[in-house]
């Protein structure tokens, strides 16, 4: 145990920084990732049935679509191994230098996970969305969205009819969920637009209403977060996150398998 004053000059504070960050460096190469998991980036290829210059086109950029959300995964993975390396690390050292430690390297890991959740999930929306336009836009004769008008909805109306829709509608539902949403108190959301609860102590919680002709103000205050909780839920989102990119994979290559697109759309 390190209860020595790390922090008695500036040199032992670098080499107590140092000395954590080298472990940490060191001990992430043999941490088992479980059950955190990479994706191929390359794995997902879409077969080119029909052979038209829309499908190609359309195909091509589903392909990218699926990249580039496979390397986004591949990133919240990394944060997590950060996260469940640091906690095999912090357990040598007594609360208040885990605190440094927390502050320093654990804080911003989180911050970081907690938000790529919410917004790898509409990635993905998006994603689908966009490649459902430019395959049904061709005979759906009905307005179509720029990019900054789609929403995370958008995709329902251009994949109706679609195989594997409703496996990939349940599989959406299961990131970001309610259970998250819960777990992190909204801190994506608060830290954007409000006051985010605390890694590391209480924050003002008052409440103030009016009763009759005045007013009552009740003072409370938010418990801070649970870092360990927290990492545990980050970590069933990633697992729900690669089913979901699974069920993305599934709902596309299903639609370019299926009906003979408009080889002579422009």
């Known amino acids: 145990m ?5 922090f008695a000059t500036v040199d032992e504070s670098a080499e107590f920084y140092a000395t954590a960050y080298r472990k940490f460096i060191f001990l992430r190469s043999y941490i088992d990732p479980s059950p ?7 794995s997902f290829k879409i077969n080119r049935l029909q052979r038209s210059v829309l499908e190609e086109h359309s195909a091509f950029t589903a392909e990218l679509f699926a990249q580039a959300i496979a390397n986004r995964v591949n990133s919240l993975a990394t944060l997590l191994l ?4 640091w906690q095999s690390i912090l357990v040598e050292y007594v609360p208040q230098h885990r605190f440094y430690l927390e502050v320093e390297f654990v804080s911003p890991i989180l911050q970081l996970a907690i938000a790529e959740v919410p917004g790898i999930r509409n990635q993905v929306a998006f994603s689908v969305a966009k490649t459902a336009i430019h395959i ?12 900054d008008a789609i929403s995370g909805t958008t995709w329902k109306s251009w994949t109706q009819g679609w195989r594997h ?5 349940n599989a ?10 819960s777990a992190t108190r909204n801190f994506r959301n608060r830290r954007a637009h409000a006051i985010a609860p605390s890694f590391f102590g209480i924050i003002p919680a008052h409440v103030v209403r009016r009763v009759r002709d005045g007013v009552e103000t009740r003072f409370n205050f938010e418990a801070k977060l649970d870092i360990i909780a927290l990492s545990s839920a980050l970590t069933d989102q990633h697992v729900a996150i690669v089913a979901l990119v699974n069920a993305m994979h599934d709902l596309l290559r299903a639609r370019f398998n299926d009906t003979p697109m408009n080889a002579n759309a422009e």
Do not use: M
């Open 165 to 169: 829709v409703d496996q990939f509608r």
């Open 136 to 147: 049904e836009s061709t005979k759906a004769r009905r307005p179509i969205p720029a990019d």
């Open 36 to 42: 955190v998991e990479l994706l191929e980036p390359g």
């Open 2 to 6: 390190h209860d020595d004053d790390p």
């Open 172 to 181: 959406l539902q299961t990131v970001n969920s309610p259970e998250f949403y």
């Open 82 to 85: 950060g996260l469940k390396t």
